[in-house]
């Protein structure tokens, strides 16, 4: 039972235990580092993995000012 705890999560299905949307998933791949891993054309994603970066602050949403903009 404990190989069905450590299984593959889907992007769906990571984005229900996280209470996120399809591109917010996508987006954190992308922009933020998020522990993903590419199996053929599909992210899959390991619970504990994905815990460890949502708790060292990986999912934050640092804006970068721009000063130029001001």
């Known amino acids: ?3 069905m705890e450590d299984r593959w999560l889907s992007v769906g299905e990571i984005c ?3 209470g996120v949307s399809n591109d917010t998933v996508y987006r ?3 922009k933020h ?4 891993h590419r199996v053929g054309r599909l992210w899959k994603f390991k619970k504990d993995e994905v815990d ?3 708790k060292e602050d990986g999912a934050a949403e640092h804006t970068k000012r721009n000063p130029d903009k001001e």
């Open 33 to 36: 580092d998020m522990p993903a």
């Open 28 to 30: 954190w791949i992308e």
């Open 52 to 54: 460890g970066w949502v």
């Open 1 to 3: 039972m404990a190989e």
């Open 16 to 18: 229900t235990y996280l």
